[in-house]
Protein backbone atom coordinates (compact mmCIF):
# COMPACT_ATOMS: atom_id res chain seq x y z
CA UNK A 1 0.00 0.00 0.00
CA UNK A 2 1.63 3.22 -0.96
CA UNK A 3 1.34 6.34 1.26
CA UNK A 4 1.05 9.62 0.50
CA UNK A 5 1.35 12.82 2.21
CA UNK A 6 -1.32 15.93 1.48
CA UNK A 7 -0.77 19.12 2.79
CA UNK A 8 -3.98 20.87 3.05
CA UNK A 9 -3.76 24.80 2.86
CA UNK A 10 -5.42 27.84 2.21
CA UNK A 11 -6.38 31.10 3.61
CA UNK A 12 -8.44 31.37 6.73
CA UNK A 13 -12.21 29.51 6.93
CA UNK A 14 -12.20 28.70 3.61
CA UNK A 15 -13.29 24.67 4.51
CA UNK A 16 -10.31 23.16 5.33
CA UNK A 17 -11.12 21.35 8.63
CA UNK A 18 -14.63 20.44 6.89
CA UNK A 19 -12.95 18.98 3.63
CA UNK A 20 -10.17 17.27 5.82
CA UNK A 21 -13.45 15.84 8.29
CA UNK A 22 -15.69 15.17 4.90
CA UNK A 23 -12.97 12.84 3.38
CA UNK A 24 -12.26 11.15 6.16
CA UNK A 25 -14.22 11.46 9.32
CA UNK A 26 -11.82 13.44 11.88
CA UNK A 27 -12.52 16.29 13.30
CA UNK A 28 -8.85 18.11 13.07
CA UNK A 29 -9.25 21.23 15.54
CA UNK A 30 -8.68 19.02 18.66
CA UNK A 31 -7.52 22.51 20.69
CA UNK A 32 -9.88 23.59 22.75
CA UNK A 33 -8.72 27.08 21.51
CA UNK A 34 -9.26 26.02 18.14
CA UNK A 35 -12.97 24.69 18.96
CA UNK A 36 -13.23 28.71 20.56
CA UNK A 37 -12.34 30.48 17.88
CA UNK A 38 -13.26 28.24 15.11
CA UNK A 39 -10.03 28.01 13.11
CA UNK A 40 -6.95 25.62 12.89
CA UNK A 41 -4.13 27.02 14.91
CA UNK A 42 -2.11 23.53 14.86
CA UNK A 43 -1.40 21.55 12.67
CA UNK A 44 -4.15 18.70 12.79
CA UNK A 45 -3.49 15.00 11.23
CA UNK A 46 -5.84 12.33 9.79
CA UNK A 47 -6.01 9.45 7.45
CA UNK A 48 -8.21 7.50 4.94
CA UNK A 49 -7.53 5.12 1.96
CA UNK A 50 -9.25 5.10 -1.23
CA UNK A 51 -8.00 1.33 -3.05
CA UNK A 52 -4.75 0.17 -1.83
CA UNK A 53 -3.84 4.42 -1.58
CA UNK A 54 -3.39 5.24 1.82
CA UNK A 55 -3.23 8.97 2.60
CA UNK A 56 -2.21 11.25 5.31
CA UNK A 57 -3.49 14.72 5.15
CA UNK A 58 -2.11 17.72 7.56
CA UNK A 59 -4.59 20.34 8.07
CA UNK A 60 -2.50 23.48 7.95
CA UNK A 61 -3.22 26.94 9.74
CA UNK A 62 -4.61 29.43 7.26
CA UNK A 63 -4.10 32.63 9.28
CA UNK A 64 -1.30 34.51 9.06
CA UNK A 65 -0.34 34.29 12.36
CA UNK A 66 -0.23 30.55 12.81
CA UNK A 67 1.76 30.62 9.34
CA UNK A 68 4.98 29.67 10.81
CA UNK A 69 2.98 26.14 12.31
CA UNK A 70 2.14 25.56 8.22
CA UNK A 71 5.56 25.15 7.62
CA UNK A 72 6.24 22.32 10.21
CA UNK A 73 3.79 20.37 7.89
CA UNK A 74 4.52 21.09 4.77
CA UNK A 75 8.15 20.17 5.03
CA UNK A 76 7.45 16.31 2.94
CA UNK A 77 4.40 16.66 1.54
CA UNK A 78 3.92 14.54 -1.63
CA UNK A 79 0.78 16.79 -2.82
CA UNK A 80 -0.61 20.19 -2.08
CA UNK A 81 -4.58 20.41 -1.53
CA UNK A 82 -5.35 24.17 -1.74
CA UNK A 83 -8.49 24.91 -0.69
CA UNK A 84 -10.44 28.06 -2.01
CA UNK A 85 -14.03 29.14 -1.28
CA UNK A 86 -15.99 29.70 -4.10
CA UNK A 87 -18.03 32.71 -2.14
CA UNK A 88 -14.95 34.17 -1.16
CA UNK A 89 -12.52 33.95 -3.55
CA UNK A 90 -8.46 34.53 -3.92
CA UNK A 91 -7.43 36.19 -0.38
CA UNK A 92 -4.00 36.74 0.97
CA UNK A 93 -3.05 33.64 2.41
CA UNK A 94 -4.25 31.52 -0.32
CA UNK A 95 -1.44 33.27 -2.49
CA UNK A 96 1.20 32.76 -0.06
CA UNK A 97 0.58 29.41 0.92
CA UNK A 98 1.28 28.73 -2.94
CA UNK A 99 4.21 30.51 -3.03
CA UNK A 100 5.64 28.49 -0.01
CA UNK A 101 4.37 25.40 -1.67
CA UNK A 102 6.34 26.05 -5.10
CA UNK A 103 9.26 26.93 -2.63
CA UNK A 104 9.65 24.01 -1.04
CA UNK A 105 9.40 22.45 -4.19
CA UNK A 106 5.75 20.63 -3.92
CA UNK A 107 4.89 19.92 -7.82
CA UNK A 108 1.82 18.06 -7.20
CA UNK A 109 -1.07 20.67 -7.13
CA UNK A 110 -5.05 20.07 -6.37
CA UNK A 111 -7.59 22.96 -6.15
CA UNK A 112 -10.36 21.92 -4.13
CA UNK A 113 -13.03 25.22 -4.80
CA UNK A 114 -14.99 24.74 -1.82
CA UNK A 115 -18.60 25.67 -1.08
CA UNK A 116 -19.55 24.98 -4.32
CA UNK A 117 -23.00 25.03 -3.23
CA UNK A 118 -22.94 28.49 -2.10
CA UNK A 119 -22.36 30.52 -5.60
CA UNK A 120 -23.76 30.01 -9.27
CA UNK A 121 -22.01 28.73 -12.57
CA UNK A 122 -20.51 31.99 -13.38
CA UNK A 123 -18.72 32.86 -9.94
CA UNK A 124 -17.32 28.98 -9.95
CA UNK A 125 -16.28 30.16 -13.66
CA UNK A 126 -14.47 33.12 -12.81
CA UNK A 127 -12.52 31.57 -9.81
CA UNK A 128 -11.09 28.72 -12.06
CA UNK A 129 -10.04 31.62 -14.64
CA UNK A 130 -8.74 33.60 -11.78
CA UNK A 131 -6.61 30.46 -10.29
CA UNK A 132 -5.40 29.53 -13.43
CA UNK A 133 -3.84 32.98 -14.02
CA UNK A 134 -1.81 33.58 -10.50
CA UNK A 135 -1.41 29.82 -10.21
CA UNK A 136 0.72 30.42 -13.11
CA UNK A 137 3.16 32.85 -11.68
CA UNK A 138 3.98 30.44 -9.23
CA UNK A 139 4.80 28.00 -11.75
CA UNK A 140 1.75 25.58 -11.25
CA UNK A 141 0.42 25.01 -14.96
CA UNK A 142 -2.69 22.96 -16.10
CA UNK A 143 -3.64 22.40 -12.11
CA UNK A 144 -6.78 20.52 -11.47
CA UNK A 145 -9.66 22.51 -10.30
CA UNK A 146 -12.49 20.70 -8.71
CA UNK A 147 -15.84 22.42 -7.33
CA UNK A 148 -16.40 20.46 -4.20
CA UNK A 149 -18.78 20.83 -1.33
CA UNK A 150 -18.36 19.72 2.25
CA UNK A 151 -21.85 20.04 3.26
CA UNK A 152 -23.41 17.95 0.37
CA UNK A 153 -20.23 15.70 -0.55
CA UNK A 154 -20.41 16.83 -4.08
CA UNK A 155 -16.77 16.27 -5.65
CA UNK A 156 -15.54 14.18 -2.99
CA UNK A 157 -15.32 11.21 -5.01
CA UNK A 158 -13.51 12.57 -7.73
CA UNK A 159 -10.78 14.15 -5.62
CA UNK A 160 -10.50 10.75 -4.25
CA UNK A 161 -9.94 9.33 -7.55
CA UNK A 162 -7.57 12.14 -8.30
CA UNK A 163 -5.56 11.54 -5.45
CA UNK A 164 -4.91 7.84 -5.86
CA UNK A 165 -4.17 9.11 -9.55
CA UNK A 166 -1.20 11.25 -8.17
CA UNK A 167 -0.64 9.21 -5.07
CA UNK A 168 2.92 8.33 -4.12
CA UNK A 169 4.05 5.09 -5.86
CA UNK A 170 7.56 4.53 -4.21
CA UNK A 171 8.76 3.92 -1.03
CA UNK A 172 11.13 6.46 0.50
CA UNK A 173 14.53 5.73 0.92
CA UNK A 174 15.43 4.97 4.65
CA UNK A 175 19.45 4.57 4.01
CA UNK A 176 20.45 7.65 5.70
CA UNK A 177 20.36 8.40 9.09
CA UNK A 178 17.55 8.97 11.23
CA UNK A 179 15.90 12.18 11.56
CA UNK A 180 13.15 13.31 12.88
CA UNK A 181 11.88 17.25 13.67
CA UNK A 182 9.51 17.46 16.63
CA UNK A 183 6.40 19.24 16.04
CA UNK A 184 4.92 18.20 19.23
CA UNK A 185 5.63 17.02 22.45
CA UNK A 186 2.77 15.37 25.48
CA UNK A 187 2.80 13.49 28.57
CA UNK A 188 0.92 10.59 28.48
CA UNK A 189 0.20 8.84 31.97
CA UNK A 190 1.55 5.74 32.88
CA UNK A 191 4.01 6.34 29.76
CA UNK A 192 5.82 9.52 30.52
CA UNK A 193 7.31 11.04 27.95
CA UNK A 194 5.84 11.33 23.97
CA UNK A 195 6.84 13.20 20.93
CA UNK A 196 5.28 13.05 17.58
CA UNK A 197 6.64 14.17 14.30
CA UNK A 198 7.40 12.75 10.84
CA UNK A 199 10.38 10.90 10.61
CA UNK A 200 12.76 12.49 7.34
CA UNK A 201 15.09 9.88 7.22
CA UNK A 202 16.60 6.55 8.09
CA UNK A 203 14.63 4.20 10.38
CA UNK A 204 14.24 3.56 13.98
CA UNK A 205 13.53 0.68 15.80
CA UNK A 206 11.84 -0.01 19.40
CA UNK A 207 14.36 -0.08 21.51
CA UNK A 208 17.37 1.99 19.70
CA UNK A 209 18.34 5.16 21.28
CA UNK A 210 17.47 8.29 19.93
CA UNK A 211 19.76 11.44 20.66
CA UNK A 212 17.86 15.31 21.00
CA UNK A 213 20.01 17.26 18.29
CA UNK A 214 20.02 20.50 20.30
CA UNK A 215 21.11 19.17 23.61
CA UNK A 216 22.97 16.03 22.87
CA UNK A 217 20.97 14.31 25.56
CA UNK A 218 20.25 10.41 24.36
CA UNK A 219 17.02 9.01 24.77
CA UNK A 220 15.69 5.14 24.80
CA UNK A 221 12.65 4.30 22.32
CA UNK A 222 9.95 2.39 24.01
CA UNK A 223 7.17 2.82 22.07
CA UNK A 224 6.43 3.67 17.98
CA UNK A 225 2.84 4.31 16.93
CA UNK A 226 1.95 5.40 13.70
CA UNK A 227 -1.67 6.73 13.14
CA UNK A 228 -2.68 4.82 15.94
CA UNK A 229 -0.97 1.44 15.47
CA UNK A 230 1.73 0.17 17.28
CA UNK A 231 5.05 -0.75 15.43
CA UNK A 232 8.36 -2.18 15.28
CA UNK A 233 10.05 0.35 13.34
CA UNK A 234 9.55 4.25 12.15
CA UNK A 235 8.95 5.18 8.27
CA UNK A 236 9.90 8.09 6.29
CA UNK A 237 7.14 10.49 5.89
CA UNK A 238 4.56 8.37 8.26
CA UNK A 239 3.00 10.44 11.06
CA UNK A 240 5.12 9.24 14.29
CA UNK A 241 4.54 9.35 17.87
CA UNK A 242 7.76 8.05 19.73
CA UNK A 243 6.97 7.09 23.15
CA UNK A 244 10.61 7.97 24.71
CA UNK A 245 12.58 6.74 28.27
CA UNK A 246 15.04 8.79 29.46
CA UNK A 247 13.74 12.33 29.07
CA UNK A 248 10.84 13.97 30.19
CA UNK A 249 8.31 16.53 28.21
CA UNK A 250 9.83 19.33 29.46
CA UNK A 251 13.35 18.83 28.18
CA UNK A 252 12.01 19.08 24.64
CA UNK A 253 10.43 22.47 22.73
CA UNK A 254 8.83 22.34 19.75
CA UNK A 255 11.08 22.73 16.69
CA UNK A 256 13.91 20.00 18.29
CA UNK A 257 14.84 17.11 16.34
CA UNK A 258 15.04 13.38 17.34
CA UNK A 259 18.58 11.93 15.10
CA UNK A 260 20.56 8.97 15.43
CA UNK A 261 23.52 9.09 17.58
CA UNK A 262 26.37 11.67 16.75
CA UNK A 263 25.25 12.53 12.99
CA UNK A 264 23.37 15.72 12.67
CA UNK A 265 24.66 18.67 14.50
CA UNK A 266 22.99 21.83 14.43
CA UNK A 267 24.79 24.68 12.78
CA UNK A 268 24.70 28.59 13.77
CA UNK A 269 26.05 29.99 10.18
CA UNK A 270 24.29 28.08 7.19
CA UNK A 271 24.87 28.86 3.02
CA UNK A 272 21.45 29.03 1.49
CA UNK A 273 19.90 29.13 -2.20
CA UNK A 274 17.45 32.10 -1.58
CA UNK A 275 14.82 32.44 -4.03
CA UNK A 276 12.45 35.50 -3.87
CA UNK A 277 8.77 35.29 -4.01
CA UNK A 278 7.62 37.02 -7.51
CA UNK A 279 5.33 39.82 -5.88
CA UNK A 280 8.03 40.61 -2.59
CA UNK A 281 9.20 43.88 -1.64
CA UNK A 282 13.30 43.57 -2.41
CA UNK A 283 15.64 43.07 0.64
CA UNK A 284 18.16 45.09 1.99
CA UNK A 285 21.31 42.94 3.45
CA UNK A 286 22.26 43.13 6.05
CA UNK A 287 18.61 42.80 7.84
CA UNK A 288 17.10 40.86 10.04
CA UNK A 289 14.34 38.33 9.31
CA UNK A 290 12.59 35.10 10.50
CA UNK A 291 13.77 31.65 9.48
CA UNK A 292 11.47 28.43 9.21
CA UNK A 293 13.36 25.23 9.03
CA UNK A 294 11.56 22.03 9.77
CA UNK A 295 9.57 22.18 12.87
CA UNK A 296 11.43 25.21 13.90
CA UNK A 297 11.61 28.74 13.48
CA UNK A 298 14.23 31.44 14.85
CA UNK A 299 15.42 35.07 14.33
CA UNK A 300 18.85 35.08 12.06
CA UNK A 301 20.74 37.93 9.64
CA UNK A 302 21.01 37.74 6.45
CA UNK A 303 24.01 38.16 4.62
CA UNK A 304 24.63 38.56 0.80
CA UNK A 305 23.97 41.28 -2.48
CA UNK A 306 23.18 44.49 -0.82
CA UNK A 307 20.13 43.94 -2.81
CA UNK A 308 17.66 41.05 -4.07
CA UNK A 309 14.64 42.28 -5.72
CA UNK A 310 11.07 39.91 -6.20
CA UNK A 311 11.80 37.04 -8.39
CA UNK A 312 15.43 37.16 -7.67
CA UNK A 313 17.87 34.20 -6.85
CA UNK A 314 21.07 35.01 -4.57
CA UNK A 315 23.55 33.18 -2.71
CA UNK A 316 22.61 34.27 0.68
CA UNK A 317 24.79 33.28 4.34
CA UNK A 318 22.66 33.07 7.39
CA UNK A 319 23.17 33.40 10.97
CA UNK A 320 20.76 32.11 12.93
CA UNK A 321 19.46 32.86 17.09
CA UNK A 322 19.76 29.62 17.71
CA UNK A 323 21.61 26.80 16.05
CA UNK A 324 19.61 24.59 13.76
CA UNK A 325 19.99 21.64 12.17
CA UNK A 326 20.17 21.95 8.36
CA UNK A 327 21.49 19.71 5.59
CA UNK A 328 22.31 20.01 1.95
CA UNK A 329 19.41 20.21 -0.32
CA UNK A 330 16.96 21.05 2.92
CA UNK A 331 14.10 23.34 2.04
CA UNK A 332 13.26 26.68 4.33
CA UNK A 333 11.34 29.65 3.99
CA UNK A 334 12.35 33.22 5.05
CA UNK A 335 9.30 35.67 6.68
CA UNK A 336 9.91 39.53 7.66
CA UNK A 337 9.36 40.01 11.22
CA UNK A 338 7.56 43.36 10.44
CA UNK A 339 5.44 43.74 8.26
CA UNK A 340 4.81 40.21 8.73
CA UNK A 341 4.70 37.94 5.70
CA UNK A 342 6.52 35.72 3.64
CA UNK A 343 9.24 36.53 0.88
CA UNK A 344 11.72 33.93 -0.01
CA UNK A 345 11.84 30.46 -0.45
CA UNK A 346 15.53 28.51 0.06
CA UNK A 347 17.47 25.56 -0.09
CA UNK A 348 20.00 24.58 1.85
CA UNK A 349 23.88 24.50 0.44
CA UNK A 350 26.07 23.63 3.55
CA UNK A 351 27.04 24.73 7.26
CA UNK A 352 29.99 26.36 9.04
CA UNK A 353 31.24 26.87 12.17
CA UNK A 354 30.79 30.43 13.40
CA UNK A 355 34.30 31.62 12.91
CA UNK A 356 35.75 35.14 12.34
CA UNK A 357 34.10 37.47 9.23
CA UNK A 358 34.39 35.45 5.98
CA UNK A 359 31.18 36.71 4.94
CA UNK A 360 32.57 37.30 0.69
CA UNK A 361 34.63 33.80 1.30
CA UNK A 362 31.35 32.06 2.60
CA UNK A 363 29.40 33.53 -0.08
CA UNK A 364 31.70 32.16 -2.63
CA UNK A 365 31.85 28.89 -1.79
CA UNK A 366 27.55 28.96 -1.95
CA UNK A 367 27.79 29.69 -5.63
CA UNK A 368 30.37 26.40 -6.04
CA UNK A 369 28.08 24.44 -4.09
CA UNK A 370 24.79 25.07 -6.36
CA UNK A 371 23.83 23.15 -8.62
CA UNK A 372 27.09 21.64 -8.92
CA UNK A 373 28.62 17.95 -9.13
CA UNK A 374 29.62 16.02 -6.10
CA UNK A 375 33.57 16.23 -6.58
CA UNK A 376 33.25 20.15 -7.40
CA UNK A 377 31.16 20.30 -4.15
CA UNK A 378 33.90 18.46 -2.50
CA UNK A 379 36.44 20.65 -4.08
CA UNK A 380 34.87 23.96 -3.03
CA UNK A 381 34.65 22.63 0.24
CA UNK A 382 38.13 21.55 1.45
CA UNK A 383 39.35 24.82 -0.96
CA UNK A 384 37.33 27.00 1.71
CA UNK A 385 38.40 25.01 4.93
CA UNK A 386 41.96 24.38 3.62
CA UNK A 387 41.64 21.20 4.91
CA UNK A 388 38.84 19.10 6.07
CA UNK A 389 38.53 16.03 8.32
CA UNK A 390 38.04 12.88 6.46
CA UNK A 391 34.11 12.46 7.71
CA UNK A 392 31.79 10.60 5.93
CA UNK A 393 28.78 12.04 7.79
CA UNK A 394 29.77 15.32 7.96
CA UNK A 395 30.81 15.54 3.99
CA UNK A 396 27.22 13.92 3.38
CA UNK A 397 25.30 16.33 5.67
CA UNK A 398 26.99 19.14 4.62
CA UNK A 399 27.32 19.09 0.92
CA UNK A 400 25.14 15.58 -0.06
CA UNK A 401 28.15 13.48 -0.63
CA UNK A 402 26.68 10.07 -0.19
CA UNK A 403 29.00 7.29 1.94
CA UNK A 404 28.68 4.73 -1.21
CA UNK A 405 29.85 7.71 -3.59
CA UNK A 406 32.83 8.74 -0.89
CA UNK A 407 35.72 6.85 -2.02
CA UNK A 408 35.05 7.68 -5.98
CA UNK A 409 34.92 11.16 -5.57
CA UNK A 410 37.91 11.64 -3.63
CA UNK A 411 39.61 9.02 -6.46
CA UNK A 412 38.63 11.63 -9.21
CA UNK A 413 39.51 15.14 -7.31
CA UNK A 414 42.82 13.61 -6.46
CA UNK A 415 43.28 12.11 -9.68
CA UNK A 416 42.56 15.52 -11.28
CA UNK A 417 44.17 17.31 -8.78
CA UNK A 418 42.05 19.06 -6.96
CA UNK A 419 42.37 17.40 -3.19
CA UNK A 420 45.62 16.17 -1.95
CA UNK A 421 45.24 13.46 0.74
CA UNK A 422 48.30 13.81 3.39
CA UNK A 423 46.86 10.91 5.19
CA UNK A 424 43.84 8.94 5.84
CA UNK A 425 42.27 11.48 8.05
CA UNK A 426 42.59 14.98 6.20
CA UNK A 427 41.73 16.11 2.68
CA UNK A 428 43.80 19.16 1.73
CA UNK A 429 43.29 21.47 -0.96
CA UNK A 430 46.50 22.44 -2.98
CA UNK A 431 45.71 26.18 -2.27
CA UNK A 432 46.61 25.88 1.06
CA UNK A 433 50.08 25.00 0.86
CA UNK A 434 51.30 28.63 -0.57
CA UNK A 435 49.67 30.07 2.56
CA UNK A 436 50.98 27.53 4.66
CA UNK A 437 54.63 27.52 3.28
CA UNK A 438 54.38 31.90 3.73
CA UNK A 439 53.72 31.48 7.52
CA UNK A 440 56.15 28.84 8.36
CA UNK A 441 58.79 31.15 6.69
CA UNK A 442 57.39 34.18 8.02
CA UNK A 443 57.43 32.23 12.05
CA UNK A 444 61.63 31.10 11.09
CA UNK A 445 62.39 34.67 9.46
CA UNK A 446 60.51 36.34 12.80
CA UNK A 447 62.64 34.09 15.03
CA UNK A 448 66.19 34.88 13.41
CA UNK A 449 65.51 38.14 13.42
CA UNK A 450 63.80 38.87 16.69
CA UNK A 451 66.45 36.74 18.79
CA UNK A 452 70.09 35.88 18.81
CA UNK A 453 68.84 32.13 18.26
CA UNK A 454 67.41 31.32 15.18
CA UNK A 455 66.62 27.92 15.40
CA UNK A 456 63.49 26.44 16.88
CA UNK A 457 62.51 23.10 17.44
CA UNK A 458 60.30 21.39 15.13
CA UNK A 459 57.57 20.17 17.20
CA UNK A 460 57.25 23.70 17.99
CA UNK A 461 57.06 24.75 14.45
CA UNK A 462 53.69 22.03 13.93
CA UNK A 463 52.59 23.23 16.70
CA UNK A 464 52.02 26.92 15.89
CA UNK A 465 51.00 25.62 12.71
CA UNK A 466 47.76 23.66 13.68
CA UNK A 467 45.13 26.36 13.47
CA UNK A 468 46.14 26.22 9.52
CA UNK A 469 46.72 22.47 8.93
CA UNK A 470 47.09 18.88 10.54
CA UNK A 471 50.17 18.11 11.60
CA UNK A 472 51.10 15.16 9.32
CA UNK A 473 50.90 18.24 6.65
CA UNK A 474 52.73 20.41 8.06
CA UNK A 475 55.65 17.87 8.57
CA UNK A 476 55.51 16.99 4.38
CA UNK A 477 55.23 20.06 4.02
CA UNK A 478 58.47 21.18 5.76
CA UNK A 479 60.36 18.15 4.39
CA UNK A 480 59.79 19.77 1.04
CA UNK A 481 61.13 23.19 1.96
CA UNK A 482 64.25 21.69 3.26
CA UNK A 483 64.62 20.12 0.33
CA UNK A 484 64.18 22.64 -1.80
CA UNK A 485 66.43 24.57 0.87
CA UNK A 486 63.79 26.89 1.76
CA UNK A 487 65.03 26.01 5.31
CA UNK A 488 67.67 23.83 6.68
CA UNK A 489 68.08 21.26 9.82
CA UNK A 490 69.83 19.97 12.39
CA UNK A 491 68.44 16.96 14.07
CA UNK A 492 65.12 18.37 14.86
CA UNK A 493 65.92 21.74 14.75
CA UNK A 494 65.02 23.94 11.69
CA UNK A 495 66.05 27.82 10.74
CA UNK A 496 65.95 29.38 8.04
CA UNK A 497 68.93 29.66 5.55
CA UNK A 498 71.89 32.08 6.87
CA UNK A 499 75.30 32.48 7.57
CA UNK A 500 74.95 31.65 10.73
CA UNK A 501 72.81 28.32 9.96
CA UNK A 502 74.28 26.99 7.12
CA UNK A 503 77.05 24.29 7.15
CA UNK A 504 79.71 23.25 4.62
CA UNK A 505 79.18 19.50 3.15
CA UNK A 506 82.62 19.23 5.18
CA UNK A 507 81.13 20.98 8.24
CA UNK A 508 78.41 18.28 7.68
CA UNK A 509 79.75 15.79 7.75
CA UNK A 510 82.17 16.74 10.85
CA UNK A 511 78.85 17.53 12.36
CA UNK A 512 77.73 14.30 11.89
CA UNK A 513 80.69 12.92 13.52
CA UNK A 514 80.87 14.66 16.42
CA UNK A 515 77.13 13.84 17.13
CA UNK A 516 78.01 10.27 16.70
CA UNK A 517 80.37 11.00 20.14
CA UNK A 518 77.52 12.27 21.72
CA UNK A 519 74.55 9.62 21.12
CA UNK A 520 73.47 7.48 23.63
CA UNK A 521 76.33 8.25 25.58
CA UNK A 522 75.82 8.97 29.58
CA UNK A 523 79.83 9.50 30.01
CA UNK A 524 80.28 11.80 26.94
CA UNK A 525 83.94 13.18 25.87
CA UNK A 526 85.29 16.81 27.14
CA UNK A 527 85.68 19.16 24.14
CA UNK A 528 89.57 18.10 24.38
CA UNK A 529 88.76 14.53 24.15
CA UNK A 530 86.09 14.96 21.19
CA UNK A 531 88.89 17.14 19.25
CA UNK A 532 91.10 14.45 19.81
CA UNK A 533 88.35 11.83 18.96
CA UNK A 534 87.90 13.33 15.25
CA UNK A 535 91.73 14.35 14.69
CA UNK A 536 90.60 18.53 14.11
CA UNK A 537 91.66 21.29 15.97
CA UNK A 538 90.01 22.82 19.03
CA UNK A 539 88.16 25.58 17.53
CA UNK A 540 86.94 23.92 14.74
CA UNK A 541 85.45 21.21 17.11
CA UNK A 542 84.27 24.27 19.41
CA UNK A 543 82.79 25.65 16.68
CA UNK A 544 80.58 22.75 15.55
CA UNK A 545 79.43 21.91 19.07
CA UNK A 546 78.14 25.53 19.89
CA UNK A 547 76.36 24.97 16.41
CA UNK A 548 74.71 22.36 17.92
CA UNK A 549 74.04 23.58 21.13
CA UNK A 550 72.49 26.63 19.44
CA UNK A 551 70.12 24.12 18.24
CA UNK A 552 69.56 22.13 21.35
CA UNK A 553 70.92 19.12 20.51
CA UNK A 554 74.03 19.26 22.88
CA UNK A 555 74.01 20.70 26.38
CA UNK A 556 76.73 22.88 27.41
CA UNK A 557 77.29 21.50 31.37
CA UNK A 558 80.39 23.98 31.75
CA UNK A 559 83.97 23.48 31.76
CA UNK A 560 84.33 22.05 28.35
CA UNK A 561 81.30 19.21 29.55
CA UNK A 562 78.50 18.59 26.85
CA UNK A 563 75.96 15.84 26.84
CA UNK A 564 73.13 15.04 24.05
CA UNK A 565 69.91 16.55 25.01
CA UNK A 566 68.15 13.07 24.37
CA UNK A 567 70.94 11.35 26.92
CA UNK A 568 70.01 14.11 29.51
CA UNK A 569 66.66 13.17 28.56
CA UNK A 570 67.29 9.63 29.64
CA UNK A 571 69.27 10.56 32.96
CA UNK A 572 66.35 12.88 34.26
CA UNK A 573 64.01 9.71 33.71
CA UNK A 574 66.19 7.62 36.14
CA UNK A 575 66.14 10.34 38.61
CA UNK A 576 62.70 10.93 38.75
CA UNK A 577 62.35 7.63 39.45
CA UNK A 578 65.73 7.65 41.93
CA UNK A 579 63.68 10.45 44.05
CA UNK A 580 60.25 8.43 44.28
CA UNK A 581 61.99 5.47 46.15
CA UNK A 582 63.75 7.79 48.47
CA UNK A 583 63.44 11.71 48.78
CA UNK A 584 67.00 12.58 49.38
CA UNK A 585 69.75 11.27 47.67
CA UNK A 586 73.71 11.17 48.07
CA UNK A 587 76.22 12.30 45.20
CA UNK A 588 77.41 8.60 45.48
CA UNK A 589 73.79 7.20 44.79
CA UNK A 590 73.12 9.54 42.18
CA UNK A 591 76.52 8.48 40.63
CA UNK A 592 75.72 4.63 41.15
CA UNK A 593 72.45 4.95 39.58
CA UNK A 594 73.58 6.52 36.57
CA UNK A 595 76.33 4.45 36.92
CA UNK A 596 78.94 7.06 35.59
CA UNK A 597 82.37 8.07 37.15
CA UNK A 598 82.55 11.44 39.23
CA UNK A 599 83.96 13.22 36.46
CA UNK A 600 80.72 13.38 34.83
CA UNK A 601 78.60 13.16 37.70
CA UNK A 602 79.85 16.29 39.03
CA UNK A 603 78.88 18.55 36.27
CA UNK A 604 75.74 16.95 35.78
CA UNK A 605 74.38 17.87 39.03
CA UNK A 606 75.83 21.32 39.33
CA UNK A 607 73.81 21.80 35.91
CA UNK A 608 70.56 20.36 37.32
CA UNK A 609 71.15 22.31 40.68
CA UNK A 610 71.41 25.39 38.23
CA UNK A 611 68.43 25.19 36.28
CA UNK A 612 66.57 23.78 40.00
CA UNK A 613 66.53 19.80 38.54
CA UNK A 614 67.71 18.73 41.63
CA UNK A 615 68.05 21.39 45.11
CA UNK A 616 71.00 21.01 47.16
CA UNK A 617 70.81 20.83 50.89
CA UNK A 618 74.13 20.23 52.20
CA UNK A 619 75.46 16.76 50.92
CA UNK A 620 72.23 15.42 49.23
CA UNK A 621 69.92 16.45 46.95
CA UNK A 622 66.05 16.68 46.40
CA UNK A 623 63.86 16.81 43.50
CA UNK A 624 63.43 20.38 42.38
CA UNK A 625 60.31 22.32 40.89
CA UNK A 626 62.57 21.97 37.18
CA UNK A 627 62.31 18.14 37.13
CA UNK A 628 61.76 18.23 33.25
CA UNK A 629 57.75 15.55 32.52
CA UNK A 630 58.06 12.26 31.95
CA UNK A 631 58.63 11.68 28.61
CA UNK A 632 59.76 9.43 25.72
CA UNK A 633 63.25 10.11 24.48
CA UNK A 634 63.51 11.65 21.07
CA UNK A 635 65.55 10.07 18.31
CA UNK A 636 68.11 11.67 17.53
CA UNK A 637 67.60 12.81 13.52
CA UNK A 638 70.29 13.26 10.50
CA UNK A 639 71.00 16.54 8.96
CA UNK A 640 69.94 17.87 5.84
Known amino acids: MSYTIIGVIGHIDHGKTSLVAALTGVDTDTHPEEKRRGITIDLGFATFSHGDDQFALIDAPGHQ ?54 VDEATRVELAEELEFFLSEFGFEDI ?48 GCVVAGSPWSGVLSVGDQVQIARTGQLARVREIEVHGQDREQSRIGERTALNLAGVSSTTLV ?25 DAKEVRCPTTIQLHSATNATAARLFG ?49 PAAKQTTRLLDMGARLRDSSPAERLTAWVDFHGEAPLQPIALELNIGLKADQLDDVIQQCLQAG ?68 QIVRVNRMIAVPSETTVLSKKQLNRMKQLLALYLDERKPPTLKEAAVALDSPPDTVASLIRFATQQRILIDLGNGFFVSQQSFDTLCEELRNLFTESAQRTVAEIRDHWEIT ?10 CDRYRITLRDGDVRIQGDGMPPTQTPATAGSES
Open 418 to 485: TIISTDNQNLTSPKLLPRLSKFLLNLLTHQAKSTDDAWLDVQSVVQRALPLASAQTVRILLEQMIKEK
Open 65 to 118: KYIGNLLAGVSAVDIGLLVVACDQGIQAQTLEHAAILQSLGVSKLIVAMSRNDL
Open 598 to 607: RKHAIPLLEY
Open 144 to 191: PKLPLSSVTGEGLDELRTLLSQLARKTERSASEHFRMPVDRIFTVEGR
Open 305 to 353: PRTIAGGECAIVLVDVEQPIVATHGQACLFRRPYPVGSFAGGRVLGTVQ
Open 254 to 278: RGDELVAKNTHTPASRILVELTMFN
